[in-house]
């Protein structure tokens, strides 16, 4: 179960990193939009990713 959890970690950090390694000048751009946004947008943002998420774990652990 631990190695799980490394392996999600470690795959979330490679996958974060593409972003900014890619294309540095638009990532910033895109995070200081997010910055300006207000509270109430962002919680919803983030409810849909984990939502989102939790989605796909589902289907992949019933599929695969």
């Known amino acids: 179960m631990w190695t799980d959890l490394i392996r999600a970690v470690a795959l979330l950090l490679v996958l974060e990193g593409i972003m900014p390694f890619v294309m540095p000048s638009r990532w910033r ?4 939009r997010m910055a300006s946004l207000n509270d109430r947008v962002l919680r919803f943002v983030g409810l849909t990713s984990m939502t989102v998420g939790l989605v796909i774990l589902q289907l992949a652990r019933h599929t695969l």
């Not at 751009?29 to 200081?32: A, P």
């Open 29 to 32: 751009e895109n995070l200081l």
